[in-house]
């Protein structure tokens, strides 16, 4: 999987609209972007993915610039159960050995 | 109900006593892994394999064995477990494709004293 690059935390108001951004310079053609979501004590959950311009889903959405060099985690109006850690993974999955990046630390205040 | 299921969910041991955490999927999943969690070091990945028989090492694969016998099954074992690997376990399984997603399991708590 590709190398990626994401803020360590971030603070939130309950209500805002959160915009996590993770960089991946050397994303492959065939690599997609897939952003998954971790509560404390438990496994990573898949949120969404994509390949190119934007995704949506009902719990986020996903861009994707044109040179897909980086891709931008939106969640809409934020609740304190969103408080959770993201992390962004490039690359097909099922091919070689995954390493997680450090992922977003989400923190939403009441 | 598509779903990884590890037990057991939380094991205190002794150090030296050999242990087995299973891990079985029920999605036909290929690829399948294990990975710990410990405080300021996120997930890394201990082993992996891609298919029935097929395993690799990942980034910490010291002290653990695993073994692919079936595709549903992908136990780890701690032939003798030291304090060191008290951490939190997690298994995982996927399809072998570029736009799949990875399942998790609920996670194993092992305290080795």
């Known amino acids: 999987l590709a190398k990626t690059t994401q803020p360590i935390s971030m603070d939130s108001y309950e209500g805002q609209e959160v915009n996590i951004t993770c960089s991946h310079n050397n994303i492959a053609t065939n690599d997609y972007i897939t952003w998954y979501q971790q509560f404390p004590s438990q496994g990573p959950r898949f949120i969404i993915q994509g390949y190119k311009t934007k995704v949506t889903n009902e719990v986020a959405s996903l861009f994707i610039p044109a040179d897909r060099k980086s891709s931008t985690l939106s969640l809409p109006r934020v609740s304190l159960s969103d408080t959770a850690v993201y992390y962004c993974?490039?690359?097909?999955?099922?091919?070689?050995?995954?390493?997680f990046g450090t992922g977003t630390k989400l923190q939403v205040i009441p | 109900e598509a779903q990884v299921t590890q037990n057991p969910r939380y094991l205190i041991t002794v150090t030296g006593k050999k242990l087995t955490v299973t891990c079985s999927q029920n999605m036909n999943h290929e690829y399948m892994s294990w990975y710990r969690q410990d405080p300021g070091l996120g997930l890394r990945q201990i082993y992996y394999s891609m298919n029935v028989e097929v395993t690799d090492k990942g980034d910490v694969p010291e002290g653990y064995k695993v073994s692919r016998k079936e595709k549903r099954n992908f136990p780890l074992i701690l032939e003798s477990p030291s304090p060191n690997q008290t951490s939190l376990y997690f298994c995982?399984?996927?399809?072998?494709?570029?736009?799949?997603?990875?399942?998790f399991g609920q996670g194993t708590r092992l305290t080795v004293v």
């Open positions: 993974l490039v690359g097909a999955w099922g091919y070689q050995k995954v390493t």
């Open positions: 995982a399984s996927s399809f072998r494709d570029s736009n799949t997603e990875a399942f």
